[in-house]
């Protein structure tokens, strides 16, 4: 047993001499020291100082003579730590210097700074008559720095959140939160996030990558009114993320999110057609919630024209072309602004049998809408004719 006293921040030295069970083969002394070996460094990598990670490292090596064996304590050696490739950032070695035991072994510690990046230590040991004998490099990794704003991202697993005028539905929102030279903060990194609209979880610590997730839940204040972001009116708002980067400065980014409502078909036109032998006609029409926002990733929109089935087999019946989308159908992305491709949508209806001059036939053309969310579902048809 030994007892040491320690003082936070300083490290203390110690040498343990412990008897071996049996002799070593080959008589009990050693040789001069030959070369220096590594025996390991706890752990390889650091964390950028004042972060609240692991910020030091210990190292150890053995000097070994020429036949391979530890040093015995009658050939100690002094052993000199040095930093190869220093990082600027007051990373340092304690103790610099250490004189080997009785096994041949010196330990010591590296402690990083504020600067994340890859450090070498060499170990040096300087004896009477001969030239020095050095240690291969020790890279150890000085990483999870402080968040940085330029590496701060803020993001939504659906900015289209179907869930205006819905009670208890969830959206995760996500963030990636790295240092000045582009690593990931240090782990358990705290974030705190607050939403204008509906509960949002307070805060998440960070994983080894610098990521983590909270749940925004639907509810009360819906994004009407004041609750709403200003400029783009009811059904958006705000979420942000924040946290502490170096020196206490406030890092923080946000996102604007939209809650969409149930589904409408309108704006139909023109609500009927008669299109001539060979000829075609244009439609347009709107998809969108009551507020002409669009709806949520994955709602398909598909146009579809039929004609009645003729009265016997003999019977001449037009046929009809129609051209939308990839085989009638469009799906939406995760969109959240209203225009061309996300609420204001257009179709040609053609004929297809341009040798029936003579024959009219009736054609329905019909739209529907179909979410995987809480957008609902939406049908409108129009009649009309084709020559």
Same mark, same amino acid.
């Given at each position: 047993?030994?007892?040491?006293?320690?003082?936070?921040?300083?490290?203390?030295?110690?040498?343990?001499?412990?008897?071996?069970?049996?002799?070593?083969?080959?008589?009990?002394?050693?040789?001069?020291?030959?070369?220096?070996?590594?025996?390991?460094?706890?752990?390889?990598?650091?964390?950028?100082?004042?972060?609240?990670?692991?910020?030091?490292?210990?190292?150890?090596?053995?000097?070994?003579?020429?036949?391979?064996?530890?040093?015995?304590?009658?050939?100690?050696?002094?052993?000199?730590?040095?930093?190869?490739?220093?990082?600027?950032?007051?990373?340092?070695?304690?103790?610099?210097?250490?004189?080997?035991?009785?096994?041949?072994?010196?330990?010591?510690?590296?402690?990083?700074?504020?600067?994340?990046?890859?450090?070498?230590?060499?170990?040096?040991?300087?004896?009477?008559?001969?030239?020095?004998?050095?240690?291969?490099?020790?890279?150890?990794?000085?990483?999870?720095?402080?968040?940085?704003?330029?590496?701060?991202?803020?993001?939504?697993?659906?900015?289209?959140?179907?869930?205006?005028?819905?009670?208890?539905?969830?959206?995760?929102?996500?963030?990636?939160?790295?240092?000045?030279?582009?690593?990931?903060?240090?782990?358990?990194?705290?974030?705190?996030?607050?939403?204008?609209?509906?509960?949002?979880?307070?805060?998440?610590?960070?994983? *080894?990558?610098?990521? /983590? +997730?909270?749940?925004?839940? !639907?509810?009360? &204040?819906?994004?009407?009114? $004041?609750?709403? @972001?200003?400029?783009?009116?009811?059904?958006?708002?705000?979420?942000?993320?924040?946290?502490?980067?170096?020196?206490?400065?406030?890092?923080?980014?946000?996102?604007? *999110?939209?809650?969409? /409502? +149930?589904?409408?078909?309108? !704006?139909?036109? &023109?609500?009927?057609?008669? $299109?001539?032998? @060979?000829?075609?006609?244009?439609?347009?029409?709107?998809?969108?919630?009551?507020?002409?926002?669009?709806?949520?990733?994955?709602?398909?929109?598909?146009?579809?024209?039929?004609?009645?089935?003729?009265?016997?087999?003999?019977?001449?019946?037009?046929?009809?072309?129609?051209?939308?989308?990839?085989?009638?159908?469009?799906?939406?992305?995760?969109?959240?602004?209203?225009?061309?491709?996300?609420?204001?949508?257009?179709?040609?209806?053609?004929?297809?049998?341009?040798?029936?001059?003579?024959?009219?036939?009736?054609?329905?053309?019909?739209?529907?809408?179909?979410?995987?969310?809480?957008?609902?579902?939406?049908?409108?048809?129009?009649?009309?004719?084709?020559?």
């Amino acid at each position: 047993t030994v007892i040491v006293q320690v003082q936070s921040g300083q490290s203390i030295p110690i040498t343990l001499s412990l008897s071996r069970l049996s002799p070593v083969s080959g008589g009990t002394g050693t040789g001069v020291a030959q070369t220096i070996a590594f025996l390991g460094a706890n752990p390889r990598e650091v964390s950028v100082f004042g972060v609240g990670g692991q910020e030091t490292a210990v190292l150890g090596w053995e000097v070994r003579d020429s036949l391979g064996l530890p040093i015995d304590a009658a050939h100690s050696v002094a052993l000199a730590f040095t930093i190869q490739g220093a990082l600027g950032g007051n990373e340092y070695i304690s103790p610099v210097t250490v004189n080997t035991n009785a096994s041949g072994q010196a330990f010591t510690t590296f402690n990083a700074g504020i600067r994340s990046g890859v450090v070498q230590i060499v170990a040096t040991a300087t004896i009477t008559g001969r030239p020095p004998i050095v240690s291969s490099p020790v890279r150890l990794i000085i990483r999870a720095g402080f968040a940085d704003q330029a590496h701060f991202t803020l993001g939504a697993v659906r900015f289209n959140f179907p869930a205006l005028n819905r009670f208890g539905f969830t959206d995760q929102i996500s963030v990636l939160i790295g240092d000045m030279y582009s690593n990931p903060v240090a782990e358990n990194t705290a974030v705190y996030f607050n939403s204008v609209a509906g509960v949002i979880q307070p805060s998440v610590f960070t994983d *080894v990558n610098g990521q /983590g +997730s909270v749940n925004l839940f !639907s509810g009360n &204040p819906q994004p009407y009114g $004041i609750y709403s @972001a200003p400029g783009f009116g009811d059904g958006y708002h705000y979420i942000v993320a924040r946290t502490i980067g170096q020196g206490g400065v406030s890092v923080r980014d946000t996102i604007l *999110v939209l809650w969409s /409502g +149930s589904s409408i078909v309108d !704006s139909l036109l &023109p609500n009927t057609f008669n $299109i001539p032998n @060979a000829g075609h006609q244009d439609f347009t029409f709107k998809v969108s919630d009551a507020l002409g926002h669009p709806l949520s990733a994955g709602t398909t929109i598909s146009v579809l024209a039929t004609v009645p089935p003729p009265p016997s087999p003999d019977f001449p019946v037009n046929q009809v072309q129609l051209d939308f989308g990839v085989g009638g159908s469009i799906t939406l992305e995760d969109v959240i602004f209203p225009g061309p491709g996300t609420t204001k949508f257009s179709f040609r209806l053609s004929d297809g049998s341009s040798q029936l001059d003579s024959v009219n036939t009736a054609v329905t053309v019909a739209i529907s809408v179909s979410s995987p969310g809480q957008n609902g579902n939406a049908y409108t048809s129009i009649n009309g004719n084709v020559r």
